[in-house]
């Protein structure tokens, strides 16, 4: 683990500079106290790095699941009278957590690591635009300056009457002029540090935009405050508790409250954030061995026992929950990460920086963050990503489309069970409409009909209807060498035309091996033939001879 120390150093103080801010952002958005995202990055970073077969996957809290983590905690938190409480909800929601990485490690002793395999790209591309799009609509308030509901999260429908897009017009109302010059300049400084020249420049390579927006936040911060009528608010500032003022250092890490671990909503929310993370890591890891330039290959079911046991942890110590992210992974890879090293230093120094400077990280303010979450945001609902899925056809950009609408008007879960639905509707009707190829040849009054792969009771209608317009006296070919599975009601329905066939002067050949159940059936109908008609024991050897 040590080979590649020279590389492994310098990348791990990257990944650490770009975690930092992020984590405070994601808890932000996430509606939980800002230091569980803190708590989540020194888990994933240590902890996951130590356990996961990954050599340069980094881990920490995940964008992916902020929706999925405001939801559940406004749930736990909500008495039956409709009244919030964080210190009710986040406890009860620090056991779902534990809960969840238990079942991870479960899901990988049953051998679960291709579960990301059974889900769409169509569906997951929609999930990650959505949870893009999400973020920026969240997020536009606090660039603003407008923070009353300072959590970020607040489902489609808010705690404040208002909605996602009627929040919007409400933060017009309510302008910082401070918060937005920090807004305006951070995204100028990220997108100057995305272009290709600022790349070629090794120290911007070391020093990333991240780092410089959340510092100069502070001195804007700082200095713009300094005149009449500018001002900040405690609100509008990043909040990590003093070790200090909550009695030492580990009475910053909150216990989580088991008092009801085996109630259904626990069961249920651990249950979710298992499966969303255990399928955001995975296509991570995917996404991460591509980018990967010595091409290591990630064992995806030792990585879900290290996703688990780092939940179950964070959980137990006050943490968000965790997954691998692609974001820190691949900044650990374009700065010249080697061994998972990188992301245990990186995980060291997040611990080292909340012990000696929690002073310094309560003077960022939210603005700065909020401009780092809608860069990210974009990046995770590119334009050019909606090009390339229209591209792509009907069948993948319906199933994309609906699946982001459904996330934003609704939730995650509800958005990706309609957008999955919606993808195997359109599996079922590309079958449906495509069971068959119909070609005529009218000078030699011939018809071939080949059939598909497979050919299901969905398509008896269709095929009857071609059938039934074959001209009488017509020599048809029915090709069945591609199919592994023809449904017994569309057998029936070729056996009927074949005998309706006897008595039009139409002639009808069947090439390829039927499955077991065709086979069967004609074995069926042959003994009802029996030594009868000529012409349909020649159908019999017609349907045998291959």
């Not at 499966?275 to 995917?286: D, K």
């Not at 497979?454 to 009488?472: D, G, M, R, S």
């Given at each position: 683990?040590?080979k590649?120390?020279?590389?492994?150093?310098?990348?791990?103080?990257?990944?650490?500079?770009?975690?930092?801010?992020?984590?405070?952002?994601?808890?932000?958005?996430?509606?939980?106290?800002?230091?569980?995202?803190?708590?989540?990055?020194?888990?994933?970073?240590?902890?996951?790095?130590f356990?996961?077969?990954?050599?340069?996957?980094?881990?920490?809290?995940?964008?992916?699941?902020?929706?999925?983590?405001?939801?559940?905690?406004?749930?736990?938190?909500?008495?039956?009278e409709?009244?919030?409480?964080?210190?009710?909800?986040?406890?009860?929601?620090?056991?779902?957590?534990?809960?969840?990485?238990f079942?991870?490690?479960?899901?990988?002793?049953?051998?679960?690591?291709?579960?990301?395999?059974?889900?769409?790209?169509?569906?997951?591309?929609?999930?990650?635009?959505?949870?893009?799009?999400?973020?920026?609509?969240?997020?536009?308030?606090?660039?603003?300056?407008?923070?009353?509901?300072?959590?970020?999260?607040d489902?489609?429908?808010?705690?404040?009457?208002?909605?996602?897009?009627?929040?919007?017009?409400?933060?017009?109302?309510?302008?910082n002029?401070?918060?937005?010059?920090i807004?305006?300049?951070?995204?100028?400084?990220?997108?100057?540090?995305?272009?290709?020249?600022?790349?070629?420049?090794?120290?911007?390579?070391l020093?990333q935009?991240?780092?410089?927006?959340?510092?100069?936040?502070?001195?804007?911060?700082?200095?713009?405050?300094?005149?009449?009528?500018?001002?900040?608010?405690?609100?509008?500032?990043?909040?990590?508790?003093?070790?200090?003022?909550?009695?030492?250092?580990?009475?910053?890490?909150?216990?989580?409250d088991?008092?009801?671990?085996?109630?259904?909503?626990?069961?249920?929310?651990?249950?979710?954030?298992a499966?969303?993370?255990?399928?955001?890591?995975?296509?991570?890891?995917e996404?991460?061995?591509?980018?990967?330039?010595?091409?290591?290959?990630?064992?995806?079911n030792?990585?879900?026992?290290?996703?688990?046991?780092?939940?179950?942890?964070?959980?137990?110590?006050?943490?968000?929950?965790?997954?691998?992210?692609?974001?820190?992974?691949?900044?650990?890879?374009?700065?010249?990460?080697?061994?998972?090293?990188?992301?245990?230093?990186?995980?060291l120094?997040?611990?080292?920086?909340?012990?000696?400077?929690?002073?310094?990280?309560?003077?960022?303010?939210?603005?700065?963050?909020?401009?780092?979450?809608?860069?990210?945001?974009?990046?995770?609902?590119?334009?050019?990503?909606?090009?390339?899925?229209?591209?792509?056809?009907?069948?993948?950009?319906?199933?994309?489309?609906?699946?982001?609408?459904?996330?934003?008007?609704?939730?995650?879960?509800?958005?990706?069970?309609i957008?999955?639905?919606?993808?195997?509707?359109?599996?079922?009707?590309?079958?449906y409409?495509?069971?068959?190829?119909f070609?005529?040849k009218?000078a030699?009054?011939?018809?071939?009909?080949?059939?598909?792969?497979?050919?299901?009771?969905?398509?008896?209608?269709?095929?009857?209807?071609?059938?039934?317009?074959?001209p009488?006296?017509?020599?048809?070919?029915?090709?069945?060498?591609?199919?592994?599975?023809?449904?017994?009601?569309?057998?029936?329905?070729?056996e009927?035309?074949?005998?309706?066939?006897?008595?039009?002067?139409?002639?009808?050949?069947?090439?390829?091996?039927?499955?077991?159940?065709?086979?069967?059936?004609l074995?069926?109908?042959?003994?009802?033939?029996?030594?009868?008609?000529?012409?349909?024991?020649?159908?019999?050897?017609?349907?045998?001879k291959?």
């Amino acid at each position: 683990m040590f080979k590649h120390l020279a590389k492994d150093l310098p990348a791990g103080l990257v990944v650490f500079l770009v975690a930092v801010p992020l984590c405070l952002g994601i808890a932000l958005a996430s509606g939980a106290p800002l230091f569980s995202g803190i708590i989540a990055g020194i888990v994933g970073g240590i902890l996951v790095g130590f356990i996961s077969g990954s050599k340069i996957g980094v881990s920490g809290p995940a964008a992916g699941l902020a929706v999925i983590v405001y939801d559940a905690i406004r749930q736990l938190g909500t008495n039956s009278e409709g009244v919030f409480s964080m210190e009710v909800g986040f406890p009860l929601f620090l056991s779902a957590v534990v809960v969840a990485g238990f079942i991870q490690m479960l899901l990988a002793f049953g051998r679960a690591g291709i579960i990301g395999y059974f889900f769409p790209n169509s569906v997951i591309s929609g999930m990650l635009s959505a949870i893009g799009i999400i973020i920026i609509l969240k997020q536009i308030p606090h660039a603003l300056g407008h923070d009353v509901i300072a959590e970020g999260f607040d489902g489609f429908n808010q705690a404040d009457g208002e909605n996602t897009f009627t929040e919007l017009w409400v933060a017009m109302q309510d302008i910082n002029p401070v918060a937005v010059i920090i807004t305006l300049i951070s995204l100028l400084i990220l997108i100057l540090w995305e272009q290709k020249f600022m790349k070629n420049i090794k120290v911007f390579q070391l020093i990333q935009g991240p780092l410089v927006v959340v510092v100069l936040g502070i001195i804007l911060g700082k200095f713009l405050t300094g005149f009449d009528g500018f001002t900040l608010s405690g609100d509008e500032m990043v909040a990590i508790p003093l070790a200090s003022e909550e009695g030492g250092f580990l009475n910053l890490f909150p216990s989580p409250d088991f008092s009801q671990v085996f109630s259904l909503p626990i069961l249920t929310i651990g249950f979710t954030i298992a499966i969303v993370a255990s399928l955001e890591t995975l296509l991570c890891v995917e996404a991460t061995d591509k980018l990967d330039p010595d091409k290591n290959v990630t064992p995806t079911n030792r990585e879900l026992i290290a996703q688990g046991a780092g939940n179950v942890v964070s959980g137990f110590i006050g943490g968000l929950p965790i997954t691998q992210v692609i974001v820190r992974s691949s900044a650990n890879i374009q700065s010249g990460g080697k061994t998972k090293l990188s992301t245990i230093i990186h995980g060291l120094l997040i611990l080292i920086s909340v012990m000696l400077l929690p002073d310094v990280l309560n003077l960022i303010p939210l603005s700065s963050l909020a401009a780092i979450l809608l860069l990210v945001g974009y990046k995770l609902a590119k334009p050019s990503l909606f090009k390339e899925m229209a591209s792509k056809g009907k069948q993948q950009f319906v199933p994309f489309a609906i699946t982001i609408v459904s996330i934003v008007f609704t939730d995650l879960l509800i958005g990706i069970g309609i957008g999955l639905a919606v993808g195997i509707f359109m599996i079922l009707f590309k079958n449906y409409s495509t069971p068959f190829s119909f070609k005529s040849k009218n000078a030699d009054n011939k018809v071939i009909i080949s059939l598909s792969e497979n050919v299901t009771f969905l398509n008896k209608a269709a095929i009857k209807q071609a059938l039934n317009t074959i001209p009488e006296g017509s020599e048809v070919w029915i090709d069945a060498s591609k199919s592994s599975y023809i449904h017994p009601d569309v057998i029936e329905i070729i056996e009927d035309f074949r005998v309706h066939s006897l008595s039009t002067g139409t002639t009808v050949t069947i090439e390829g091996s039927f499955d077991e159940d065709m086979q069967n059936h004609l074995v069926n109908f042959e003994k009802e033939v029996g030594n009868g008609d000529a012409g349909k024991q020649s159908y019999i050897a017609s349907i045998w001879k291959n």
